[in-house]
């Protein structure tokens, strides 16, 4: 893993950018101009948080050509990479895995997700 202080150092520097860009705070809405301040943070930290998960879900070690289906215990094959949209800790996410498929079962199984061994 990176160094957590250069990365500390780098969300700062990005989150004063986006200060700049974002301007004036618009508190019309909120309950108080911290409120508005903080519902942006949320929606833009939500948004880095799905960005990151995709992206990093990307970086998958290479699929084995066969899996053991979670339903019968056959064998299923590989598929290829399939982005899948799920919920997440904060939120709607699209995350890219191996996509396997039982012919005995007729349906999609995602292996890596241990959601789907259970
Ligand atoms: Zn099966």
Do not use: N, V
């Given at each position: 893993m990176a160094d957590i202080d250069a990365l500390k150092e780098r969300i700062a520097a990005f989150a004063c950018e986006l200060a700049e860009e974002l301007g004036a705070v618009d508190d019309s809405s909120a309950l108080s101009w911290l409120d508005a301040i903080e519902s942006e943070a949320v929606e833009i930290s939500n948004a880095v948080h799905a960005e990151l998960v995709k992206q990093r879900s990307a970086d998958r070690p290479a699929a084995a050509e066969e899996s053991v289906c979670p339903e019968c215990g056959r064998s299923g094959r590989y598929q290829g990479p399939r982005e899948?949209?799920?919920?997440?800790?904060?939120?709607?996410?699209?995350?890219?895995?191996?996509?396997?498929?039982?012919?005995?079962?007729?349906k999609s199984f995602f292996p890596a997700d241990p959601i789907d061994w259970r």
């Open positions: 899948r949209e799920l919920i997440g800790r904060r939120g709607p996410l699209t995350i890219r895995e191996p996509e396997y498929f039982c012919a005995c079962c007729r």
